[in-house]
Every structure is written in structure tokens, then in C-alpha cells.
């Protein structure tokens, strides 16, 4: 083989590592390990809003009205 048909193998499997690599760091990144997403109502506006198990009892702010919420535990979710 030629030094240029090297280097394009090379290239070209480069590139198919490197998308198999960012495939599988960034599968499962904002989820819950388990994939199981939840859903309340914030109690300002009403809006649906989604957390993960792991977010219990922690607090955070309403994505649309802005107003501090606290996550409910699992069994207060809705669906």
C-alpha cells in the first residue's frame, strides 16, 4: 500500500474511534442511572416539570416562573 491509502485508513478510523468514544460518554449524561425520570407541578405556575431520584429533597428554581422549589420525594410524583 502507498503512504497516502495509510494515511487515509488511518484518518478515517481516527474519526470512527473518536465518534464511538463521544457516543458512549454522552449517552446517558443528564439521566438517571436507572433512566427513570419523574415529573411534578410547580407550585408557582403550575408547569410539568421532570427530575431524577437522585434530585429528593434537594432544592432548585422553576425552569419557566423561576420560583425556589424543593423536590418531592418519589412517591409525591406525578405521570
Known amino acids: 500500500m502507498d503512504p497516502t491509502t495509510i494515511l487515509v485508513i488511518v484518518i478515517i478510523a ?10 458512549v460518554r454522552l449517552k446517558g449524561r443528564g ?3 436507572d433512566g427513570t425520570v419523574y415529573h411534578f407541578r410547580c407550585p408557582g405556575c ?3 416539570l ?3 431520584s437522585s434530585q429528593v429533597g434537594r432544592k ?10 424543593t423536590f418531592p420525594t418519589v412517591a409525591q410524583s406525578i405521570d
Open 14 to 23: 481516527t474519526a470512527v474511534a473518536g465518534g464511538a468514544y463521544l457516543f
Open 31 to 33: 439521566r438517571a442511572r
Open 46 to 48: 403550575g408547569r410539568r
Open 50 to 52: 421532570r427530575y431524577q
Open 60 to 69: 432548585g428554581k422553576c425552569s419557566h416562573c423561576g420560583k425556589e422549589i
